[in-house]
């Protein structure tokens, strides 16, 4: 019998770029982690969103809300502040719902202004993912 995989289950290969991407929840999320710190805004949101679906998808809201925040800082970085903040906000919402409240992905405490506006620590903006 032939196992079925989901659709995002899968092994890309974008000519573009000639990166090699698997595209699994984490590995979706790696991707966008490693082009927002690369500064590809752009191609970051794309990888990011199919990851927070794909998250969503298998049930893993703390990663969901890890996502999230990247969204936001890719949105901020694109220039589109306004859904940054509901990113962000929303983030903030679910680690509070999850008994994270006042942690970010990294650990680091989480607050509106801190480290440069963000409002979140630096591992938090791609300093260290």
């Given at each position: 019998?032939?196992?079925?995989?989901?659709?995002?289950?899968?092994?890309?290969?974008?000519?573009?770029?000639?990166?090699?991407?698997?595209s699994?929840?984490?590995?979706?999320?790696?991707?966008?982690?490693?082009?927002?710190?690369?500064?590809?805004?752009?191609?970051?949101?794309?990888?990011?969103?199919?990851?927070?679906?794909?998250?969503?998808?298998?049930?893993?809201?703390?990663?969901?809300?890890?996502?999230?925040?990247?969204?936001?800082?890719?949105?901020?970085?694109?220039?589109?502040?306004?859904?940054a903040?509901?990113?962000?906000?929303?983030?903030?919402?679910?680690f509070?719902q999850?008994?994270?409240?006042?942690?970010?992905?990294?650990?680091?405490?989480?607050?509106?202004?801190?480290?440069?506006?963000?409002?979140?620590?630096?591992?938090?903006?791609g300093?260290?993912?």
């Open positions: 019998m032939t196992p079925t995989w989901p659709t995002w289950w899968c092994w890309s290969y974008n000519r573009a770029d000639s990166r090699l991407k698997l699994t929840p984490a590995g979706l999320h790696a991707t966008g982690a490693a082009l927002l710190a690369e500064g590809d805004g752009r191609a970051a949101l794309a990888a990011l969103r199919g990851a927070w679906a794909a998250w969503q998808g298998i049930e893993a809201p703390y990663e969901a809300a890890r996502v999230r925040v990247l969204i936001g800082l890719a949105c901020r970085a694109l220039g589109d502040d306004d859904t903040e509901i990113e962000l906000d929303t983030a903030r919402w679910l509070r999850l008994g994270a409240a006042g942690r970010g992905p990294g650990g680091g405490a989480v607050s509106r202004g801190s480290h440069h506006g963000t409002g979140w620590p630096a591992c938090a903006r300093a260290h993912t």
